[in-house]
């Protein structure tokens, strides 16, 4: 099994497609093709916010 550090860009591109985002959503190419930086970009533009969203929804 490969594992992959936290917070490298295979762990952001990881949690990207687990989430369902498989292309860059403005540019529409292949996550890969990003830097590390722009990669945790999105992960807390998409991911982060939502899951913050959910948890004030459940309170």
Same mark, same amino acid.
């Given at each position: 099994?490969?594992t992959?550090? %936290? /917070? #490298?860009? $295979?762990?952001f591109?990881k949690?990207?497609? =687990?989430h $369902?985002?498989?292309?860059?959503?403005?540019?529409? #190419?292949?996550?890969?093709? /990003?830097?590390?930086? @722009? !990669?945790?970009?999105? +992960? +807390?533009? /998409?991911? @982060? %916010? =939502? &899951?913050? &969203? !959910? =948890? #004030? @929804?459940? %309170?």
């Amino acid at each position: 099994m490969c594992t992959v550090h %936290k /917070y #490298s860009k $295979g762990w952001f591109v990881k949690q990207l497609r =687990d989430h $369902g985002i498989l292309v860059h959503p403005q540019f529409k #190419s292949h996550l890969g093709n /990003y830097k590390e930086s @722009e !990669l945790r970009n999105l +992960y +807390y533009r /998409y991911i @982060e %916010k =939502d &899951t913050e &969203t !959910l =948890d #004030s @929804e459940q %309170k």
